[in-house]
């Protein structure tokens, strides 16, 4: 996740998602302990998320199993070979 985001950030990096569906899986992610929210008070109130622990212990896995998920896309022609890897 490169250190904490706010939801407008996560929106950017993730444009596939709806912001009802962002919503719902961070606040799943919290609840397992995945992902801890910090709120700032003010105006306008600041959210951030970051990875806590074991959200930190499981990304090394999950690049893992997106890279092999995109592989085999690949290899069934699911998924266009040139699509960009820089990004993972």
Do not use: C, I, N
């Not at 985001?5 to 996560?10: A, K, N, Q, S, V």
């Not at 306008?44 to 092999?68: D, F, I, K, W």
């Amino acid at each position: 996740m490169g250190g904490p985001r706010g939801f407008t950030e996560l929106r950017g990096l993730l444009p596939e998602l709806s912001a009802k569906v962002l919503s719902e899986r961070l606040r799943m992610l919290e609840e397992r302990g995945l992902v801890a929210v910090e709120r700032r008070r003010g105006f306008p109130v600041r959210t951030r998320y970051a990875l806590t622990g074991a959200g930190l212990a499981l990304r090394p896995l999950l690049v893992q199993l997106y890279a092999t998920g995109e592989a085999l896309q690949r290899l069934t022609g699911a998924l266009p070979a040139e699509r960009d890897q820089s990004a993972h």
